[in-house]
């Protein structure tokens, strides 16, 4: 019978009851039907009243695994296979979905079942309905409609689910257990029964291997017979055991089928157990393998990805458990260790547990205080610290130990034997396991009282300088390298109360001394810029030290101060300022000042008339023709004029001490007033030959007189240190911007280490084996000053014995050029 | 030189030495010489009329450059040139300002003196 017929014939079985429908459109639906009926996912068989198979859509044949001729007729879609029922158990025939939809002339509805699929050779899930079909008027089966679907991967998937659950439940059983920190040996055989059971094989067990020996351990089993024996039983290393060959091999080994196994030698313990397959894993500990983990069955099995990792699972848990034991063990082991370390050590060294309480002393601990282990134990300890320090040492390690920071506190100690407290340095530091958590606590107590002693001699050492520092009569101000103000002293303080102008109150600790400065509005800010000037000069370590006098209004009287800014003793640690009152030093020199002009007015005085004197001698003795007294009376004279230049010195150097050395500035021309100078000074030397080599002509501004004066010293020096020379050499010459004029000799010459101090007040240049020339030393002294007055330069060049060339320059701004065309 | 006699020169100074010595030289360079020690330089300027002046810038309670500055003020002997003396080298700063005509440090050299005096007393 043609489905395409079968069909037809159903359709009027099954419409009959309904209205007649047209031919034409009843073709119509019928060929609707059928495309329906061939497309369909689900498998659609129809059976006869009989039970027999009259038509299957290809779905169906998609499942079952067969063409429709081979199911016409059949009575079961497994042919000569069995349907399964759920349990896996035979579905008889007559249990069929089909037969009982027969037999009790109603439908049948989601039965599961397996149905045989022959070309995979395999089983497929399916949920099939079954409908008896009447006949409208008999009321008759006449035919049976079966549809099923295949619910295999569905089926599939809800099996892998489920196994995956029980296997995660069962891990985290055992997580659980391996975390509280069981014993190892209660762990091992919850983990062999758990094994077994959910991966339902006869046998587990778990070996340690002995590193001694080449085996290795039974310490754990599950299923084995009475002659293997925990913690006795052993097996061989290497590739005579399934665990040894898992163990050298370092990774897990799958044993499909124990008879045609070539990878090691088959053990006698297998063979006796009857078993085919197994699978084993290694078991670590903290370095290195521990041992393995192994389960075996007596059917050949062939294990699933989800197997293998549950036993990796299991052995990762142990694994853990195993290293948490081993770490445990050696803490305790350490701990013996530092015990025994501790009792050597000379500090007091102590170990308190989480909560603060002492739980071990070092023997120093009992010898220093005397106190019996069993007084010494728990709280006591503190009865051995100072009254005075108990409660704060107390209170400090109670919080230590609520907010879990290092303890460090000094306090006194009694000694047991003598009764005397000494001072001693705890300190406590935390030990921490792995998640952070407080163990103990390892404390240390070290004697500090020499140190203390030094210290409280420091602080006294301290008090010592800053009673110096205030005894002071100078205002001193202590800066750090900012200009922080670290220190003041008294004096200043005093002195800034009765005038807050020059120190106003912002000269206190911890404000910057510079900015207080900047805001000081006096009006001597000519002043206050060279004190900032000169703090920050050796604040940078530009100069080692400054100093400089200034002066200020103070009501109607000028008062003088010295500013000295010293650096202190460690670079870049800041330096130290003080104002000196030096208002009564500059009282006295202007005093000696004042005495030193009558003193020299007084002393030309006489010199006048005498020099007078001398010139009527001199014209009479002239006029006669005398010429041996002219000679004389003319040397009389030249003598008066040094005695007056000497005076005329005296003068300078204390005009210059008291910084009133009358100074006006005109331009001249330099040639000219050198070439005059040098005229006159050749009339006072027989023996040397002035020259005056003149390379640049220039104005200069300057005061014509003091400058002749520099260059009077320069050639009076040369003439007075070459005695025996008979060439003096003046060049003047332009230098870069500058214009340097030079005296060179070729006399005694100064040694380059004196080069510096020439220019002193009263040094005399000698050469050690003459007896030293005559003057007063004040020459270049004087000129030194000039020069410094016109912002020039001075200095020496030359060697002992070589001769000396003498120099002064003056800057581009005080020259003008003169050029000639 | 002949005509030197009709020049006269006041010298006033507090120092008689001084007075003496200079009197001397001058006279023996053929200036006609009158001295004074300081308090009576402005009658004698008037009742003289010197040439030229020589006054000491410093004679005792007399400060010459006051002395210097009341000449100065007075119109009968204001034209009369005066040459300031002083033992300080500053009076190259300060004599201008008494209205003096030139200085000379103390102590001074006679030909330098002889050079002031002819260029002062209308010579040449």
Not at chain 1, 731 to 746: L, Y
Request: include cysteine.
């Amino acid at each position: 019978m043609s489905k395409k017929k079968l069909l037809q014939s159903d359709l009027h079985n099954k419409t009959s009851d309904q209205p007649t429908l047209s031919n034409s459109s009843l073709l119509q639906t019928e060929s609707q039907y059928h495309a329906l009926f061939e497309t369909l996912t689900q498998g659609v068989v129809f059976r006869d009243s009989t039970g027999k198979i009259t038509a299957v859509n290809k779905a169906a044949e998609e499942i079952l695994g067969v063409s429709e001729s081979q199911l016409l007729g059949q009575l079961s879609v497994g042919l000569d296979r069995p349907c399964l029922k759920e349990d896996g158990t035979v579905l008889e025939t007559e249990d069929h979905p089909s037969m009982v939809a027969l037999r009790t002339r109603t439908e049948v509805r989601n039965m599961i079942l397996r149905v045989p699929n022959f070309k995979k050779n395999e089983y497929r899930w399916i949920t099939a309905n079954a409908i008896p079909l009447f006949d409208a008027n008999s009321k008759k089966i006449t035919q049976v409609y079966v549809s099923f679907n295949d619910i295999t991967e569905f089926k599939h998937s809800k099996e892998l689910l489920d196994m995956r659950l029980r296997l995660q439940q069962a891990i985290s059983a055992l997580s659980q257990k391996a975390l509280s920190k069981r014993p190892l040996t209660e762990l091992f055989d919850n983990a062999t029964e758990q094994l077994a059971r959910i991966l339902n094989v006869e046998y587990t067990n778990i070996v340690q291997m002995l590193p001694d020996k080449d085996e290795v351990i039974f310490r754990a089993g599950y299923g084995w017979e009475q002659n293997v024996q925990i913690d006795r039983t052993t097996a061989p290393m290497g590739n005579k055991s399934l665990a040894g060959y898992t163990l050298s091999s370092k990774r897990p080994v799958i044993l499909k089928n124990l008879l045609k196994e070539t990878r090691f030698n088959k053990p006698k313990l297998l063979l006796q157990h009857h078993i085919t397959s197994g699978m084993c894993v290694i078991l670590h500990k903290n370095n290195g393998p521990y041992g393995a983990l192994c389960i075996f069955s007596r059917q050949r099995r062939n294990f699933t990805t989800d197997d293998i990792s549950y036993l990796q699972s299991i052995a990762n848990i142990l694994s853990f458990a195993i290293q948490q034991n081993e770490t445990e063990h050696e803490l305790i082991q350490n701990e013996h260790k530092f015990r025994h370390i501790a009792q050597a050590l000379p500090q007091i060294i102590w170990i308190a547990d989480a909560k603060g309480k002492i739980e071990f002393f070092n023997e120093q601990w009992y010898d220093y205080t005397k106190m019996s282990p069993d007084d010494a134990s728990a709280e006591s300890w503190s009865k051995a610290v100072h009254p005075q320090d108990r409660h704060r040492v107390w209170h400090l390690w109670n919080e230590t130990i609520r907010t879990g920071q290092p303890y460090e506190v000094e306090y006194q100690l009694r000694n047991g034997e003598t009764g005397k407290y000494f001072w001693f340095l705890s300190r406590a530091v935390p030990i921490k396991d792995k998640t952070g958590t407080i163990l103990q606590w390892f404390g240390t107590s070290t004697n500090i009282h020499e140190q203390k002693q030094a210290q409280q001699a420091l602080e006294k050492n301290t008090d010592l300088t800053d009673a110096i520092l205030q005894s002071l009569p100078s205002h001193v101000i202590v800066l750090d390298n900012q200009g922080t103000i670290l220190a003041v002293n008294d004096a200043l303080k005093t002195f800034a109360f009765e005038n807050t102008t020059l120190y106003p109150s912002e000269v206190s600790i911890g404000n910057n001394y510079l900015k207080v400065l900047s805001q000081t509005r006096t009006k001597y800010g000519d002043a206050i810029n060279k004190i900032k000037y000169g703090i920050r000069a050796v604040l940078t370590r530009e100069v080692n030290n400054y100093s400089l006098e200034y002066s200020y209004q103070r009501g109607k009287d000028e008062s003088w101060f010295l500013l000295q800014v010293a650096p202190l003793k460690h670079a870049e640690s800041g330096v130290v300022v003080s104002h000196t009152d030096i208002t009564e030093r500059k009282k006295l020199e202007k005093q000696k000042d004042e005495f030193m002009s009558i003193a020299s007015h007084e002393l030309k005085t006489p010199l006048t008339s005498i020099k007078a004197y001398g010139q009527v001698l001199l014209t009479v003795f002239k006029r006669k023709g005398d010429a041996s007294s002219v000679q004389l009376l003319t040397k009389m004279d030249s003598q008066l004029n040094k005695l007056t230049d000497l005076i005329s010195d005296f003068l300078d150097v204390s005009r210059i001490e008291a910084g009133r050395l009358h100074i006006e500035e005109e331009w001249f021309n330099l040639k000219a007033l050198i070439e005059e100078v040098r005229e006159s000074m050749q009339l006072t030397s027989d023996v040397h030959k002035l020259v005056f080599d003149c390379q640049v002509e220039c104005n200069v501004l300057a005061n014509k007189d003091r400058l002749g004066q520099v260059v009077i010293n320069f050639l009076s020096n040369a003439i007075k240190y070459s005695p025996t020379a008979d060439k003096i050499e003046i060049t003047c010459k332009r230098v870069n911007e500058e214009v340097v004029v030079s005296v060179q000799d070729h006399g005694i010459g100064i040694a380059p280490e004196k080069h510096a101090k020439i220019f002193e007040r009263f040094y005399r240049v000698t050469d050690g084996n003459r007896p030293s020339m005559p003057g007063l030393g004040l020459g270049l002294y004087i000129s030194s000053e000039i020069i410094k007055l016109f912002e020039g330069k001075i200095w020496v060049q030359g060697e002992a014995g070589k001769g000396s060339i003498f120099s002064f320059s003056l800057p581009k701004k005080r020259v003008q050029y003169i050029l000639h065309e | 030189m002949n005509n030197r006699k009709s020049i006269t020169v006041l010298v006033a100074d507090d120092d008689t030495a001084i007075l003496e010595s200079t009197k001397l030289l001058l006279e023996m360079n053929d200036y006609t010489v009158i001295t004074s020690t300081g308090s009576d330089v402005i009658s004698l300027m008037k009742k003289h009329s010197p040439a030229i002046v020589i006054l000491d810038m410093w004679m005792g309670q007399i400060d010459g450059r006051d002395l210097c500055k009341n000449i100065k003020a007075d119109t009968t002997i204001a034209t009369i040139p005066i040459i300031i003396v002083s033992a300080s080298n500053e009076i190259e700063f300060t004599y201008a300002a008494t209205g003096a005509s030139d200085y000379i440090e103390k102590p001074f050299d006679i030909d330098e003196l002889l050079i002031k005096l002819e260029k002062y007393s209308g010579q040449n």
